[in-house]
């Protein structure tokens, strides 16, 4: 259980802090051309203010999607955003500091660039981390409060097909069941279904 935990978390951190970085490729390829995809990747890898403000945009659209659809909570969708915040915050803070770390003159703007992804990497991963840990002390998540009500009926399971539904249990059939009115019946309808 606590593996599929970390790995969903993994997965949503990457993601969070991976975005600026695509939107901001993106921009460059749709305003350059796909000639200068390369040129772009390098210079656009670097952080910049108006990266952060569309990121932070673009995940709090999604998130306020999933709160209209009542796939997540009011007091998830408010973490959802401090995640978001704290992890480019950080991840740029620790990009600053890795680019100018990692010095190699002879390799040029590639260590700068290695540097900045190793920097924004740790420091991005440490944030959420301490985040995480400090947010449990007050309130579970969603997908913790849906795993209290999936794990009965998983523990029901021969012990060799538990591992594998709980690998199986996406974050979106998490947002789904949340959504759910009936979120018992959920649990017990989507571990038979993956136990088969």
């Known amino acids: 259980m606590a593996k599929k935990k970390f790995k969903i978390k993994g997965i949503e951190s990457v993601i969070r802090m991976a975005a600026p970085k695509v939107v901001t490729i993106g921009i ?3 305003r350059m051309g796909p000639r200068m995809i390369f040129r772009s990747a390098v210079y656009l890898l670097r952080t910049n203010l108006f990266t952060r403000i569309l990121s932070c945009f673009t995940l709090l659209v999604l998130d306020l999607f999933d709160l209209v659809k009542r796939r997540i909570s009011k007091a998830q969708f408010v973490r959802n955003i401090l995640f978001s915040l704290i992890l480019i915050a950080f991840g740029t803070f620790g990009w600053n500091i890795g680019s100018r770390w990692l ?9 700068e660039i290695v540097g900045g992804m190793i920097g924004a990497g740790v420091l991005g991963a440490a ?3 301490v985040f995480d840990k400090i ?3 007050f309130m579970r998540s969603d997908a913790q409060q849906m795993w209290d009500i999936i794990d009965p009926y998983v523990s029901e399971l021969p012990d060799g097909e538990q591992s594998a539904v709980r690998k199986s249990i996406s974050n979106s059939d998490l947002k789904k069941m949340f959504a759910c009115k009936d979120r018992q019946d959920y649990a017990d309808k989507l571990v038979k279904e ?3």
Request: proline content about 0%; hydrophobic content about 50%; charged content about 15%.
């Open 28 to 30: 460059n390829i749709l």
């Open 103 to 111: 010095v190699v003159e002879m390799l040029g703007s590639a260590v």
């Open 127 to 129: 944030s959420g981390v």
């Open 135 to 137: 947010c449990n002390k």
């Open 194 to 196: 993956l136990s088969e």
